[in-house]
């Protein structure tokens, strides 16, 4: 039987090739490379007047363009669009032995200066929203804004607790690395405000082709989380727009106001309503609507009208 999941992903990589993406291998440093999606005359398109950068940060479920495919699409004509995989998702791997976010943000910043992108609009999504805040800490030349969507700027062993305990799962392997159709449809159902009936081959296709590279994101969901007490909040140089979906039950809506109350008037929070964590797949045109909004409001001088 044919997987149904794969063959969509194949058209949606002829797809994006149309938009004027390919996805290119960068050997970020010696045994590890990075797939980025990117332009294909990117060396004119990054940061030299003629097209903003905006850079895509995907969650711990699916690559890049399986996440951020409606973005991409409605974005590419007025902005230079990069999409990377992190390690161990897509076509991103490494021999190196470091699991932590702050280890994708340096290869990911790696990735985009091999390319040439210069100073950028990130936008992080759950996971890729960490990675996102992390490479503004350490990357403030590069990151000019930051869009971060249902997730938080760090995992504290205590924000962990809290939120295991009310999904019902003993560790984040066991709720983001399912291991049957039955568990993803579960994973999916509680990401999403109301994830549409499909039938079951549609998850075990799924399963077949996004969850792979196992015991290494494992180690990556590990090493996502830190200990309470080397947590101290900081303040961002960058302005940070926050993204939420009303009803997500993975990082719910109290998570991101508490954020916004913590980085003050730097940052604007809007929230999508009836939408859970996966909103820009649950709800694109309105996540669509939102995210144009802020780029032009970044870029008010820029291509973008």
Sequence with gaps: MVNTVKLYKLLLRATMKLAGLRPQKIEVEPGTVMNIWAPTRSEKNANNGKKPVVVFLHGFIGDGILTWQFQVLALVRDYAVYVPDFLF?????????????GFQAECVARGLAKLGVQRCTVVGFSYGTMVAFRLAESQPELVESVVATCGPPVLTESLTRERLERLGFPTWSEFLLPDSGSALKKLLEIGSFHFPRLPKCVFKHALEVMIDCRKERTELLEAMVIPDKDFAFRQYSQRVHLVWGENDRIFPVE?????????????????IEKAGHIVALERPFVYNKCLKKILASIYKDGHTK
Excluded: H, M, P, W
Excluded at 90 to 101: D, E, I, L, M, P
Excluded at 255 to 271: H, Y
């Design 255 to 271: 998570v991101a106001k508490s954020l916004k109350e913590n980085l003050g008037d730097n940052a604007t929070l809007v929230c």
């Design 89 to 101: 998702f897509g076509g991103s791997s490494t021999g190196n032995n470091r699991r932590t976010v």
